[in-house]
């Protein structure tokens, strides 16, 4: 798995650690996370796809 991220989106992350800024900035592309063979390609997928789910029903 490969995450792509600037080092000021980090810093923010680790200083505030709140969970719901690590999804705000994951939908807007300020972290980039990518699976590297088909089986983690596909884990990403699923993840994406429940966390969409999730945002619906809560």
């Known amino acids: 798995?490969?995450?792509y991220s600037?080092?000021?989106t980090v810093r923010d992350l680790l200083s505030k650690k709140d969970p719901k800024?690590?999804?705000e900035?994951?939908?807007s592309g300020k972290i980039r996370?990518?699976?590297v063979g088909i089986g983690n390609q596909i884990k990403i997928a699923?993840?994406?796809i429940f966390g969409i789910l999730s945002d619906f029903y809560f």
């Open 1 to 3: 798995m490969n995450v």
């Open 46 to 48: 699923l993840a994406k």
């Open 33 to 35: 996370i990518e699976g």
């Open 6 to 8: 600037d080092e000021g």
């Open 21 to 23: 800024l690590l999804k």
């Open 25 to 27: 900035y994951i939908d």
